[in-house]
């Protein structure tokens, strides 16, 4: 268990008027892992907790193995159950924040319609919240990552999937019905124009998301070409990339192509001037350094600056914490709603 | 001189507190055609007035051609000089509306940073505001067109470019530095990839464009194969495709297809339930229906509703009168400003 770094302002302190409840818990539950942090009321985290999920599928089991995590992260804080103020959780889907529903996930969960914000509540006596988990991370950015300050940015995840948290006048933008930044399904030159049946990964994610990179390199594998496995991960891929293997060097240009097509026509629909990349593959430096040169070449008078995000994997669990902190203040605010 | 339909709200209506300046002039400057329209405060149109620019390229001619166009419409209608409450401009380019400056027009006009708006204030001697084009037609649309009531809508004008004026929560997003809604640069399969210098037509503009298809026909044209002249518009190509020729048919499905392309990749980003195909090329409604049919082929959660401008041509003169009568109507509230 380790003090980590303090992840909100001031602003989103729980208020000191009911000391019982001092502490909140943020969860990230993502495609292959569920991740816990619990932080005190300054946004301080005190500990995090994960665990694999790609054989839990159901939503009813994710939340069993949350209650598992949350006593072991209150027990090693010494802490008793009723310190627990509030629980946000993001998700890996199109999620409805004010009915707290999780409407649909990508092609790896499968869920539809799960009241997660209520199955949160029954399991752990306290209000919750749920969002978006790239809409998460885009707020933990924003306030303790590399956005601070900034009132219109994007933040793109970049993992198995690909999505995008997008703030504009200091407000994350959602979309009439909740689907706004599912930019996995973006058409750009090369991507495939082919319909995409529910549950496939999109045409942008063929190519940019962790296995649409994979698949890329096992296309173009041959035994006499590297020394690098066929059943490379798409960051191993990268690092070999760095190392001049030129088949590893062709599937980052077309990652890195492919997606500055789609941060570019972001770019012009919205005249945003910073693009945070983020998630497992965004991270990578190799993968911004090339998206940045085929930028540079592009006429466009808005060149939106490229950072890569300061909280990394964590961004989404900070982003949670954040929502969770806001869950406790508004429930102290008005304790009968 | 023509009684109209009756274009804003009563809210815009013109306080009545300084009866002499009880009229407005809107404005809508394009790369081709100068247009305006005198309206009384309560947005009634009382007549229009309309010359070519074609040779007009400098903004002090434009300036001075308005001053004798506001003339004919002011005499013809029996009014004063002074009768003139606001004037408002709509450019077509990126537009600064806080500075009232034209920073950049499309390669038709060529204008760098013109002061529009004390050019308009010291030539009519009457407070004056500047916005795009684009963003004036989506105004219009939204009070007296297909757009009434809708918070969240995207209009898309196309004509000889194409650009889109973006509405979200009410207000029109207009981007960290006045560029967004600039598609007509847009990438999606079978655009050109090759960068564009400024000045030269976008690469979605190279097929969704006026020009741009008229290239294509060009591209396609053999005598034995069409009765339509080479040197046909795009409205001529689109109306031979309903008329069943195969060469125009190809040139309007790959135009179809690929706007269609753009509004899928836009609704991705935005969740917007509401695009407005406007300018001379968008409301072809040979247009519209193929493109509905491409989107239709596509799995989107949200397919978002397509619909043709009610305003045509006249969206950006109803926006920018509304424009005007609330200038008038701030210059009222604050005579000293």
């Given amino acids: 268990m380790t003090q980590e770094r303090r992840v909100v302002l001031n602003s989103c302190e729980i208020n000191a008027q009911e000391p019982a409840a001092t502490h909140v818990i943020g969860a990230d539950i993502g495609g292959t892992n569920l991740r816990l942090g619990l932080a005190d009321g300054e946004g301080m985290m005190l500990g995090k907790w994960s665990t694999s999920i790609m054989r839990t599928r159901d939503a009813e089991s994710v939340v069993r193995l949350m209650r598992k995590g949350v006593d072991a992260l209150l027990r090693e804080a010494s802490l008793p159950r009723d310190a627990l103020g509030a629980i946000a959780a993001g998700a890996p889907g199109i999620t409805n924040v004010d009915k707290g529903v999780v409407i649909a996930t990508s092609y790896l969960m499968g869920w539809r319609d799960v009241p997660l914000r209520d199955l949160l509540e029954a399991e752990f006596k306290a209000p919750a919240a749920v969002d978006n988990d790239v809409n998460l991370a885009a707020i933990g950015e924003r306030r303790a990552g590399v956005a601070q300050g900034e009132d219109d940015f994007v933040f793109l995840a970049i993992g198995t999937g690909i999505g995008a948290g997008i703030v504009m006048n200091g407000q ?95 770019s012009l629909i919205l005249n945003s001037p910073l693009f945070v990349l983020g998630g497992s593959v965004g991270i990578h430096p190799a993968l911004g350094d090339a998206v940045r040169q085929v930028l540079g070449q592009r006429q466009v008078r808005v060149q939106p600056k490229l950072a890569r995000s300061a909280l990394g994997v964590d961004a989404q669990l900070v982003g949670a914490i954040c929502l969770a902190i806001e869950t406790a203040n508004k429930k102290l605010a008005s304790p009968s709603s």
Same sequence: chains 1, 2.
């Fill in 172 to 266: 994350i933008h959602r979309g009439s019905i909740w689907t706004a930044g599912e930019i996995g399904y973006m058409l750009v030159p090369g991507t495939s124009e082919a319909p995409v049946e529910r549950g496939e990964p999109g045409a942008l994610e063929g190519i940019v998301g962790g296995e649409g990179i994979r698949n890329q390199w096992q296309k173009r594998w041959r035994e006499d070409l590297t020394t690098l496995a066929k059943d490379a991960t798409a960051t191993e891929v990268f690092n070999h990339a760095l190392e001049s293997n030129a088949l590893a060097q062709e599937v980052l240009e077309l990652a890195a192509r492919t997606l500055a097509y789609a941060i570019y026509n972001i």
